[in-house]
């Protein structure tokens, strides 16, 4: 089923969880055992990330460096299959303009069709010191708005190239907001006016960044509403789990804590994550208070700290 079925039918709490691929060289247990733990709270569907190639650099014992391109955690589409096959869990699998080629997405996306798969979130994903080079008869996507026209065009049955009778791939596409603006947008305003390009272009819902202060989200709603944007704009939460997080947090996710809560953790260190937990239960209940269509949490490889949460739910 479609993201925005399940958003539309729904009569309970709906919990999205969003997780990682295992690094390579892992296996899948990895993965699959954090949906395990993830079924008693019966999951409405399951977002999988996706990563680029990056290029790493490391030092060898003469002082040279090599400089290596890889991606760190590849198998997001298999991920998916399984989920989606072995758990019957509707997953929506992330692609990125970054690193891809138009031809590389239009593939990807008939392997997601083939698998039953028709939920995809689209984005743009950040360059991780590797500028791939695209050989000149390949065309690319720059901004996520690209790759949702792309996606609309498959929808209507438009490849890149003509095929005589070929049939459309039905895809419900989300795309991300950023309640505390992304980190490159000089400004809410103009953040929201491109997250409304990426809307009129196709996408049927938004899932926002996390957020730790639930008025940045009612904010972000209200203006997004203003500007004329009328879809789900579904919440992510993340469970904090240690002090450490209070800088890694910010740092690779530009994103604010509240006083109250740094307070809260500094003050007692060796309950952090009993806070983090307190914490995001009182924003789950919040926010379902206020009716929103679903809340969607950042799992990534660990599924303990969010079972806390949703678990009172159930
Ligand atoms: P875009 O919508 O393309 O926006 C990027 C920036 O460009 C913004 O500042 C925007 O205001 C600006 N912009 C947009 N259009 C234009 C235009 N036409 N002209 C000028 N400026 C413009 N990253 C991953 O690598 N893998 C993942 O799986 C992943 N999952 C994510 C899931 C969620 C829910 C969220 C919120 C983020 C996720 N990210 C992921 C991170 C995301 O890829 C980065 O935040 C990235 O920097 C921006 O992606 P975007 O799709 O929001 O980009």
């Not at 984005?123 to 695209?134: I, P």
């Not at 940045?216 to 997080?245: E, H, M």
């Not at 009716?291 to 678990?311: E, R, T």
Request: aromatic share 10%; glycine share 6%; proline share 6%.
């Amino acid at each position: 089923m479609k993201v925005t079925e399940h958003i539309d039918k729904a009569s309970g709490p709906l919990f999205s969880f969003e997780i990682v691929p295992p690094p390579r060289g892992k296996t899948i247990k990895a993965a699959t055992d954090v949906v395990e733990q993830l079924l008693p709270h019966n999951p409405a569907w399951i977002d999988v990330t996706a990563h680029p190639a990056g290029a790493y650099y490391n030092e060898n014992p003469d002082g040279s460096v090599e400089r290596k391109v890889y991606k760190k955690r590849p198998g997001t589409i298999g991920i998916c299959g399984v989920i989606q096959n072995r758990f019957k869990i509707d997953t929506v699998t992330h692609l990125l303009t970054q690193g891809f080629t138009k031809e590389e997405t239009e593939d990807a996306l008939i392997e997601l069709n083939y698998l039953g798969i028709h939920n995809v979130l689209a984005l743009r994903g950040d360059n991780l010191n590797y500028n791939k080079k695209y050989a000149k008869d390949r065309s690319r996507n720059f901004y996520a708005s690209d790759l949702v026209k792309q996606i609309n065009l498959l929808r209507k049955g438009e490849y890149l190239d003509d095929i005589n009778n070929s049939l459309p791939l039905d895809f419900c596409m989300g795309v991300a907001g950023y309640p505390e603006k992304h980190f490159e947008a000089p400004n809410l305003k103009t953040d929201i006016h491109y997250l409304k390009e990426k809307v009129d272009a196709g996408a049927d819902y938004i899932v926002t960044q996390m957020f730790f202060n639930n008025q940045a989200y009612f904010d972000f709603v209200d203006s997004c509403r203003a500007a004329g944007i009328t879809c789900p704009i579904v919440p992510g939460l993340k469970v904090i789990k240690n002090t450490k997080q209070l800088t890694t947090v910010p740092r690779h996710f530009y994103v604010d804590f509240p006083d109250e809560f740094v307070s809260q953790m500094l003050e007692d260190p060796d309950h952090a994550e009993e806070i983090g937990i307190n914490w995001a239960k009182k924003q789950t209940e919040e926010l379902m208070a206020a009716n929103v269509p679903s809340i969607h949490f950042y799992v990534m490889n660990d599924a303990k700290s969010v079972s806390q949460v949703v678990k009172k739910f159930f």
